[in-house]
């Protein structure tokens, strides 16, 4: 299996209470890469200008991701965006933002990406999704957005909703989209749009999974340090959609499912411990594997009926 992303690829500047750090690389497609990739192999689809040097490209590339389709453009430089995070790190105020050539982007996918059984439009313009997915074969597609695209684009983001099976959003973006009052019910009003499975990504307090069969809840990794919470939640969506990726035949089960949620919750829970991409590139299999067993145990345990006086 393989699976294709079509989002940004940027350099992001930094600062929280921990430090700062001049752009260094970052973008939806690229944290979303880095976390598919231990698991399937991955293309990516995303423009860059000609500040993007073969340092980056580098890393864009690590365990084997296909940068084939990256289009080095000749004509403008790399989108940037600059922030600044509160002492907590959950307020967040953005400084600057070059969309350079990001802009007029247009996706432009080879055969093999077309191809790929499962696609992940990471957050665009929902009519580029639009246009992505009529390019594409996938068996499985899942889909993120932001508040913006929800204020400005809604009509066009409402289509290309109903055509996916996964929806992944924040939780207040979801309530937004459906006007409903709490996560669970917005949930269950997308899954009547179309999409089989809803994530709802909640920072610090983790994540929840909605089908129309099962709910599940996981906490976050306990961490008593985060340095940088950027791209977190597209790191989440790389090891949850690779996961699935991996075990093709058993995506629709709920407990692949859940598994997939512990897993992608793992994978963010390292891409906060560094800036940017640091710690994700030199992670390994066997530290994810031990950190979802120990998510398993604290997350665990065992019902015993009482009697009530």
């Not at 940027?10 to 929280?16: E, L």
């Not at 499962?118 to 009529?134: C, G, K, M, S, T």
């Not at 932001?146 to 409402?158: D, K, T």
């Not at 939640?233 to 959609?241: I, K, L, M």
Request: hydrophobic share 45%.
């Amino acid at each position: 299996m393989s699976v294709t992303v079509v989002g940004s690829i940027a350099f992001d500047s930094v600062t929280t209470p921990f430090g700062e750090r001049e752009r260094m690389l970052g973008g939806a497609a690229t944290h979303f890469a880095l976390a598919a990739s231990f698991f399937d192999r991955v293309r990516v689809v995303g423009p860059v200008g000609t500040d993007f040097g073969e340092r980056e490209l580098a890393v864009l590339a690590t365990r084997g991701t296909d940068i084939g389709d990256v289009e080095r453009r000749p004509d403008g430089q790399t989108f940037s965006w600059a922030g600044e995070y509160g002492w907590d790190l959950n307020s967040r105020e953005t400084l600057d933002t070059q969309l350079g050539v990001f802009a007029d982007f247009q996706p432009k996918l080879s055969t093999a990406s077309r191809e790929s059984d499962v696609l992940f439009l990471a957050n665009i313009q929902p009519e580029l999704q639009r246009e992505v997915l009529d390019q594409c074969r996938a068996g499985f597609v899942a889909l993120d957005s932001m508040n913006l695209w929800i204020e400005s684009a809604r009509p066009a983001l409402l289509e290309v909703i109903e055509r996916v099976d996964c929806l992944i959003l924040n939780d207040a973006e979801l309530r937004q989209l459906t006007e409903r009052p709490n996560t669970v019910a917005a949930a269950r009003t997308v899954l009547g749009w179309g999409p089989s499975v809803v994530v709802a990504k909640q920072g610090e307090y983790g994540a929840m999974l909605i089908t129309e069969e099962t709910f599940f809840a996981l906490p976050a990794y306990p961490l008593e340090t985060v340095i940088d919470p950027t791209g977190a939640g597209d790191t989440f969506a790389g090891g949850f959609v690779g996961y699935l990726a991996r075990h093709a035949d058993t995506r629709d089960d709920a407990e692949a499912l859940r598994r997939a949620m512990a897993y992608g919750t793992a994978v963010a829970s390292f891409n906060v411990e560094e800036f940017g991409t640091d710690r994700v590139a030199h992670l390994t299999m066997d530290e994810i594997h031990a950190r979802v067993a120990e998510m398993r145990e604290f997350s665990r345990f065992e019902h015993e009926s009482v009697e009530l006086m």
